[in-house]
């Protein structure tokens, strides 16, 4: 059996060694596609793969048609929107996340821009604290569940809203559960986003929810570029200099953010909120073990294409 591991922005070394030691243990062959910059490449490296270890990394239908021996692709991570869940249960492949292993690399990276923002970018200006201040969990799933522990240690006062999440489990974790977006926004300083991209979700973070936000309000995005209305989230930072928008996931309109808010806008260069040593090797070997979990056994846990 052959396992690839194709991707574009790749593991930690000591992650990679991880997933190899995992494979060859049961006589698989591991086969390394990093940092590809042509989908061309890719296309060539699934054609005699068994199984698929990816991350951002776009699998569509071009991409199954190509691989006529693959069984299984497992996203090293939570959000599979890359994946064409369609083209792969029509090619008979079953696709897997490995949901929390990345969790609190990304929910760390949440704080390491919320204290860049409320010091205003460090620019040696007096900033704010955290403490005290009502942080807005926008899904409350494993990121959101990290991001609430976190919060606690520094002091916030912690609301969330999840539309699936139901609010005893949230009220368990000491977190205040509201009713709707709208109330979380009207209420919270802060709002960090952990909603996956869906066709619900798509555009959902819109001039009227962002609108909703107090005075000097924040939103920070460590969950898609996709969710937010970029264009409505222009017009409103252009109509309320006190907002601050802060993402993990450049926007589209990059440029036009960066040129128009500079001091009320940052993004990271490349999406790194699951960019850590251990967030690799957690979601890396967790992959790996799920690929010979299911081409051995069979077991489907974690299939997302039922
Ligand atoms: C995820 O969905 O797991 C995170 O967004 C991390 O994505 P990445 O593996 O592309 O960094």
Redesign the pocket.
């Known amino acids: 059996m052959k396992v690839l591991v194709a ?1 574009e ?1 790749p593991f930690a070394k000591i992650a990679v060694d991880g997933i190899r030691k995992e494979v060859e243990a049961v006589g698989y062959e591991l086969a390394l596609l990093e940092k590809y910059t042509e989908k061309q490449a890719l296309l060539d490296a699934v054609k005699d793969a068994n199984a698929i270890i990816i ?3 776009i699998i569509d239908k071009e991409v199954f048609d190509a691989a006529p021996n693959l069984k299984i692709v497992v ?6 929107d ?1 994946v064409d869940l369609e083209a792969a249960t029509a090619h008979g492949v079953c696709v897997m ?2 949901p929390g ?3 609190n690399a ?1 929910a760390e990276l949440v704080f390491g821009m919320l204290i860049m923002a409320v010091r205003n970018f460090y620019d040696g200006k007096s900033g704010t604290e955290l403490k005290g201040k009502k942080l807005g969990i926008h899904a409350y799933g494993n990121v959101g569940r990290n991001v609430a522990r976190i919060a606690k240690g520094i002091g916030m006062d912690i609301y969330a809203y999840d539309a699936y999440c139901p609010k005893e489990v949230m009220e368990a974790d000491g977190i205040k559960a509201l009713d709707s977006a709208e109330e979380l926004y009207a209420t919270c300083d802060i709002v960090s986003l952990h909603i ?1 991209a869906t066709p619900e979700t798509k555009n959902s973070i819109n001039y009227a929810l962002v609108n909703r936000l107090p005075k000097n309000g924040i939103l920070v995005n ?3 570029k996709e969710v937010i209305n970029e264009a409505e989230l222009i017009q409103l930072m252009d109509e309320r200099a006190d907002l601050k928008y802060i993402t993990d ?1 450049m926007p589209v309109a990059n440029e036009i953010f960066a040129a128009k808010f500079p001091g009320r806008y940052f993004s990271t260069p490349k ?5 850590t040593a251990e ?1 690799n090797i957690n ?1 890396g070997i967790a992959a790996a073990r799920q690929i010979v979990g299911f081409l051995r056994d069979g077991c489907e846990k974690f299939r997302v294409n039922k």
């Open positions: 991707t922005k991350r951002s990394d996203r090293a991570g939570a959000g599979y890359n996340n490995t292993q990345n969790s990304v996956p460590t969950a898609r996931i999406k790194m909120g699951a960019q967030a979601a």
